[in-house]
């Protein structure tokens, strides 16, 4: 049985790049490679071979080193088709619902609008693994710079909706300061307070705490739970529709 290597890269200030690879055939991407050289640096490491940059949207933080990585190694670059003017060096434009073959391993593109328009998440279903950019952060999301809260709260629930022990590859390392907003609105959720007592040890330690899995973001995102009517009433915001609970509180974390 093949399978889909993951390693983690640690860059700028809390940026995570990806490196997923099918171990039957080869196939390497660089998932939101922000910089070239850690990259290149892990791949010499390793011993692997760069053949793909997978892409979730344009903010320089995850594209910053496209050009520099297919000079370098000559890989192929993928991207949203409905964004590919923002997408520097794009060779495949890839659209929602499409299947991207790496090697053995198959990833489906999910479009989810919010944090820019035309954000796309890729999600190997075969594998548990979903990179989702800056849509979904372990206890967090992305901030709202060009969709609408009901573009964001949309996007979120297509996430949400995928297997439970779906691992959370986000582009960030924002927990600990996640946990500490989620906890602000939701004090009495005990896995929440446990989860986060969890993330600040492991920050203490300096280690990540990504990936999470979608069952823990669930059980403790705030943000997954605007349909929640516990998490409603906890925020202060009972009775009011989902959209309206999720725009509230996304304002809330921008001050908070
Ligand atoms: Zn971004
Ligand atoms: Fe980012």
Known sequence: MSKLEVRQIPVLRDNYIYLARDDATGACAAIDPAVAE???DTLAELGWQLTHILNTHHHHDHVG???E?????GCTIVGNAADAARI??????VADGDAFALGTRVAKVIAVSGHTIGHIAYWFADDAALF???TLFALGCGRLFEGTPAQMWQSLSRLRALPGETRVYCAHEYTEANAAFALSIDPANRILAERAATVRARRRRGEPTVPSTLDEERRTN???RADDAALAKAAGLAGR???SVFADIRK???YF
């Open 222 to 224: 705030p943000f997954l």
């Open 69 to 73: 990585l297919k000079r370098a190694t």
């Open 132 to 134: 989702c950019g800056d």
């Open 65 to 67: 080193g496209n050009l």
């Open 252 to 254: 809330r974390k921008d």
């Open 38 to 40: 850690p990259v290149l």
């Open 88 to 93: 520097p060096g794009i060779d495949v434009r």
């Open 241 to 243: 529709d989902p959209v």
